[in-house]
C-alpha cells in the first residue's frame, strides 16, 4: 500500500511525525485538500484550523493548527506552523475561556482594537474545540 510520511514542525520544533500515513486532510486557503501517496509536488498556504491524519488501518488522528504552510514532495507532506496540537492535548476548559474572551473583545469594538487579532483568536478556540470533540 502507498503511505506517506507527515511532519508538522513549528518554532520549538517537530512536534507530530507519523511515518505511514495514507492521507493528510487540512485546510488551505484555496479550500479543503486531501494530500494521498504520489500527491504532485506543491506548496499551500494553511489556515487555522484542524488537521486530519488517516492511517491504513483507519484510525485517524486530529491536531488543531495555526496559519502556516504545506509542502508536499516525494511521499513527505511537510507542515510549518506557529502551534500544533494533537486533540488529546488539548485543555477544553482553556480553549472555552480563550473564545469567550476573543469574542467579547469583538463585540465591544473599543477603539484600538485589532480585529483581526481577535478574528484570529476565535478561530484557534474554534480549531481547538474541533479537534478535541473528535476524540
Known amino acids: 500500500m502507498n503511505t506517506l510520511s507527515v511532519s508538522i514542525v513549528t518554532p520549538n520544533g ?9 492521507m493528510v486532510v487540512l485546510g488551505t486557503t484555496s479550500g479543503q485538500l486531501g494530500v494521498m501517496a504520489n500527491h504532485v509536488p506543491m506548496v499551500a498556504s494553511l489556515k487555522v484550523g484542524p488537521l486530519k491524519v488517516i492511517f491504513p488501518d483507519g484510525r ?9 504552510f504545506v509542502e508536499t514532495h516525494k511521499g513527505e507532506v511537510t507542515i510549518i506552523v ?6 488529546k ?28 487579532r481577535a ?17
Open 14 to 22: 517537530e512536534a507530530y511525525s507519523a511515518k505511514e500515513a495514507s
Open 60 to 68: 485517524e488522528e486530529y491536531l488543531a493548527v495555526s496559519e502556516g
Open 82 to 87: 506557529q502551534t500544533a496540537e494533537l486533540g
Open 89 to 116: 492535548d488539548i485543555d477544553v476548559e482553556r480553549a472555552k475561556r480563550a473564545l469567550q474572551r476573543a469574542e467579547e473583545r469583538l463585540a465591544k469594538k473599543e477603539d484600538g482594537l485589532d480585529v483581526r
Open 119 to 135: 478574528e484570529l483568536a476565535i478561530a484557534k478556540a474554534c480549531a481547538r474545540l474541533k479537534v478535541a470533540e473528535q476524540l
